[in-house]
C-alpha cells in the first residue's frame, strides 16, 4: 500500500520568503510518481509540479522546485519568493506507475503568507 | 473553457434521497476519476474509467455508489439513499494515457446531506 505523510499542519512564512512544505511516502512499488496539487479557498485542486521516481534530476515548475531524496522517501515542495496568492492547501501525492492509477493524497498542509 | 467541469457545484439534499452528479472531461482525456475530499482531509480515490470501462473502485464505493461512463466521455457518479456521512466535495479528474500524466481537477460537487 501506498502512504503520504505530510507532517505540517499548518505553516507561516513572510512575503518573498522561500518556504519548504514537507512530504514522506511510503510505496512498495518499484515505481511511482509524486505530485504536489495546490487547493485555494475555492476549492479547485491546480497541479503544481511532478516527479518520476526515475528521474535523476529534481523536477523545477517557476517558483516551484520539488526536493527529491529517494533514499530518504522524502518529496518536499520549495516556493521561492512566495507571494499572498501562495495562501492555500498543499497537497503532496503518488501513484503508481504500473496498474494501479489512482492517486494517493496526505493530510495537506496549510500555507499562510504573509504581508 | 476547456478545462473539466462538474455540474452541478452544490447539492443540499435530505437523508434518504438520491442525487446525481456529473463530470465533463477534457475532451482529448480517456482516463478519468472520481475521488471524495471530507472537510480538513486529502482527496481519497473512489474510482477510476479508461474510456467506458471502470477498472478500478475503492472499497469506499459502497453498493449505494454507483458510476457510468457510458461513452467514454461524461461521467456521472450517484448516491442512493444518501446519508449524512455522505457530505463531502466530489472531486472529478481526467488525465490522458501515459505514464507521467498528471489528473486535472474539476471544480467539484460540494454535497451537503441534511
Known amino acids: 500500500a501506498q502512504k503520504i505523510t505530510q507532517t505540517q499542519p499548518g505553516m507561516f512564512v513572510q512575503e518573498k520568503e522561500a518556504v519548504t512544505l514537507d512530504c514522506t511516502y511510503d510505496?512498495?512499488?518499484?515505481?511511482?510518481?509524486l505530485f504536489w496539487y495546490k487547493q485555494p479557498s475555492s476549492g479547485e485542486m491546480i497541479f503544481l509540479i511532478y516527479q518520476g521516481s526515475y528521474d535523476q534530476q529534481n523536477a523545477t515548475e517557476g517558483r516551484y522546485s520539488l526536493n527529491f531524496q529517494k533514499a530518504r522517501k522524502s518529496a518536499n515542495l520549495v516556493i521561492s519568493a512566495s507571494q499572498l496568492g501562495d495562501s492555500a492547501m498543499y497537497f503532496c501525492a503518488m501513484r503508481s506507475l504500473q496498474g494501479a492509477q489512482k492517486l494517493v493524497f496526505g493530510q495537506g498542509t496549510r500555507l499562510t503568507i504573509n504581508p | 473553457d476547456t478545462g473539466v467541469s462538474q455540474d452541478p457545484r452544490h447539492k443540499i439534499t435530505k437523508r434518504g434521497q438520491n442525487v446525481t452528479f456529473r463530470c465533463d472531461p477534457i475532451?482529448?482525456?480517456?482516463?478519468l476519476y472520481w475521488y471524495r475530499q471530507t472537510l480538513g482531509q486529502g482527496p481519497e480515490f473512489l474510482t477510476y474509467f479508461q474510456n467506458e470501462a471502470q477498472l478500478e473502485k475503492s472499497r469506499l464505493l459502497s453498493d449505494r455508489f454507483s458510476a457510468e461512463r457510458p461513452k467514454g466521455s461524461f461521467s456521472t457518479l450517484e448516491i442512493q439513499r444518501t446519508e449524512q456521512g455522505d457530505s463531502a466535495m466530489y472531486l472529478c479528474a481526467t488525465s490522458a494515457t501515459g505514464l507521467n500524466y498528471e489528473q486535472y481537477f474539476g471544480p467539484g460537487t460540494r454535497l451537503t446531506v441534511t
Open positions: 510505496t512498495s512499488d518499484p515505481s511511482y510518481g
Open positions: 475532451s482529448e482525456h480517456n482516463r
